[in-house]
């Protein structure tokens, strides 16, 4: 399960009715207000994957308390519940039980079609606390790299509907990336639509 240092894949961690639940919340966040939305990178292209905050808002590259590309109002708060399956989750794959992980920040990404994520580095956090990543429906490939070379080479993970991955450690700061969704791997029991991938990240944000 470990993928390098401070790098821990848990296939299947989550079970069906969890899931389920944490699908059906993304999809109440995503209908909250302005709704989710495909982030604007500085040059002007518009990100494939549509993006939900909570507890701060992410705009390529800052975080606001408020929705500064929608209407501007506040963001949705992070649930309890939601950081405490973070801070869970961070002690199972660490296997680390009293290890102390408050997220306050939740990311929700919705991958249709071709949707991907270019490489990049997540570097907006001011802590150096892991990040928590939660996979929902469709099957993709996750690309991960070093913190110093932007063009690989790369390590190669499938990941599938239920799996966690955290990332800490010397790879907090990794180059990372989603190439593309992999046909096949349907979950249509999870509730997430046809073709669709929904990835969760909690991260501490580091931010008053
Ligand atoms: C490695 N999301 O939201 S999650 C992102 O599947 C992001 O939607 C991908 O990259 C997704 O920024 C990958 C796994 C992940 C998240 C944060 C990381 C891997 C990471 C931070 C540092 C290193
Ligand atoms: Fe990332």
């Known amino acids: ?20 639940r944490l699908v059906e919340a993304a999809q109440a ?12 990178l500085p040059g002007g292209a518009r990100m494939s994957v549509e993006t939900v905050c909570l507890g701060w808002h992410w705009i390529p590259y800052r975080y606001s308390r408020t929705r500064d590309d929608q ?5 949705q708060p992070l649930p309890a519940w939601l950081a405490d399956l973070g801070a869970r989750a961070v002690a199972d794959a660490y296997d680390a039980p009293d290890v102390v992980y408050r997220p306050d920040v939740a990311l929700i990404n919705s991958y249709r079609g071709d949707a991907r994520l270019g490489v990049h580095q997540d570097r907006e956090e001011r802590a150096p606390d892991p990040v928590v990543s939660l996979s929902l429906g469709a ?11 932007r063009r690989g080479p790369w390590h190669d993970v499938e990941l599938l509907s239920g799996d966690l991955i955290v990332f800490g450690g010397e790879h907090r700061l ?12 349907d979950v249509p029991h999870v509730g997430t639509a046809p073709g ?3 990835n969760i990240t909690l991260r501490v944000s580091g931010l008053a």
């Open 29 to 40: 966040w995503a209908r909250e207000g302005p709704g989710a939305r495909h982030a604007t």
């Open 1 to 20: 399960r470990t993928l390098a240092p401070g790098v821990v894949h848990v296939p299947d961690y989550l079970d069906v009715p969890a899931q389920r």
């Open 196 to 198: 669709e991938r929904i």
């Open 71 to 75: 209407d501007g109002s506040p963001v």
């Open 174 to 185: 990794a180059y990372h990336g989603v190439p593309k969704l992999l046909p096949g791997h």
């Open 139 to 149: 099957a993709c490939v996750f690309r991960i790299g070093s913190p110093h070379h």
